[in-house]
Each structure stands twice: as structure tokens, then as C-alpha cells.
Nanobody, 116 residues
């Protein structure tokens, strides 16, 4: 059973930084697209950033220039470096991975709270 394990969330002041990590365990399947999504209270889950196998990336307009997504294929891990955090970045962040020959998987979610 492939599982995604997230880490790195927490409480940070506006303007601060956090780095999220998400690792896929026990997989022999190739991982295609990796991404981060977030869901704030009372809102729908939204795309934050995705990175494809070749390294191409796509970001939500709200995080462009502040967040950086990266991946380490050898470790089946995706990262999200979040800089210049704003109050409106507060949400539960979920990682997502798309595999070859396997249904997509979601992480358990990690809380990011931006507050002064």
C-alpha cells in the first residue's frame, strides 16, 4: 500500500517561511506529476503548485514568486518552500502524487497557520 507522509507544517508569523515535505513510501511505481493543494476553512481545495517528471512547474497566481516546488525522484519526495507567508496562506496543505499504473494518492494533510 503506497502512502504519502507529509511533514513541515506549523505556526509562523506573516513574512516568515516554512518548508513542507511529502514522501511516498513503499512504491516501485514511477511517479509522474507531484503537487501541493490546500484547503482553507469554508473553502474548496485548490491547487497550489505542481511539478512534472521533467521538472516543469505550475503555480497558482496567489503564490507565484513566493512558493517554490521541487522534487527528488530518488527519494520519491516533493517539497514546497513557502516564503513571505501571508495570513491568507493559512490552510491545510495536501500533497498529491500521480503514479504510472496506480491510482493517485493524497497525503494526510498538514496544517499551516500564519498568524501574528
Amino acid at each position: 500500500q503506497v502512502q504519502l507522509v507529509e511533514s513541515g507544517g506549523g505556526l509562523v508569523q506573516p513574512g516568515g517561511s516554512l518548508r513542507l515535505s511529502c514522501a511516498a513510501s513503499r512504491t516501485f511505481f514511477s511517479i509522474n506529476r507531484m503537487g501541493w493543494y490546500r484547503q482553507a476553512p469554508g473553502k474548496q481545495r485548490e491547487l497550489v503548485a505542481v511539478i512534472n517528471t521533467g521538472g516543469s512547474t505550475n503555480y497558482a497566481d496567489s503564490v507565484k514568486g513566493r512558493f517554490i516546488i521541487s522534487r527528488t525522484n530518488a527519494k520519491n519526495t516533493v517539497y514546497l518552500q513557502m516564503n513571505s507567508l501571508k495570513l491568507e496562506d493559512t490552510a491545510v496543505y495536501y500533497c498529491n502524487m500521480e503514479f504510472s499504473g496506480l491510482a493517485p494518492r493524497w497525503g494526510q494533510g498538514t496544517q499551516v497557520t500564519v498568524s501574528s
